[in-house]
């Protein structure tokens, strides 16, 4: 585990360390020492905790002006045992939200597993972002799967073409105009 990289080709337009707005700000990361872990398996150190013990993150992208946040995971996203949506809720989801982000695109490729409880959390967010969205792009089938099943889904948009973007490839702005798109076509707005 410890080779899987945050998405780093952009750096160079936003970093949470160095947003003062950012509920990261001042985070500082080494290149060299590997100090966090998953399960006793080291993670890159570009990952950025979140004050839980199977579930980190990195913000690869916030546009204030759009009020939207890409934010990619590694780990076991684990409700049951590590309450990490209240985690997240709490340590990044309610600052952003408090600076008007209500748009969000959630990058689950890296996330192993999901162990659901309740969905009070979830619920809660989808309440702050009224008038905005949270999607989730490339889960891996099992852990959409197991999420649906705790009701996930009425909160957060997966599946179809969101399971299957080839998010990489585009630049911030753009990647946040596709979601938008696919999210108005599913939506009907």
Partial sequence: MHTIEPHYAWMEQYSASEDPR??????????DNYVNTIYGYFIHPQWDDMESDTLFLKILFVDYEQGVAIIEFIGEWNDAIEND?????????????????????????NVFNFHGSDDSYYEEWFE?????????????????REMRQYNIDSYINFGGQL????????????????????????LGA
């Fill in 85 to 109: 949506i209240m985690q997240l809720k709490r340590q990044i989801i309610d600052p952003m939200v408090h600076q008007g982000i209500h748009r969000y695109i959630l990058i689950g490729e």
């Fill in 163 to 186: 399971d299957e973007l080839p998010w990489r490839t585009y630049p911030p702005n753009k990647l946040m105009s596709v979601v938008e798109n696919l999210l108005q076509r599913r």
């Fill in 128 to 144: 702050d972002v009224e008038d905005g969205w949270i999607a989730a792009l490339n889960f891996q089938e099992h852990v959409a």
């Fill in 22 to 31: 950012s509920p990261l700000f001042g985070a500082e990361n080494s290149l």
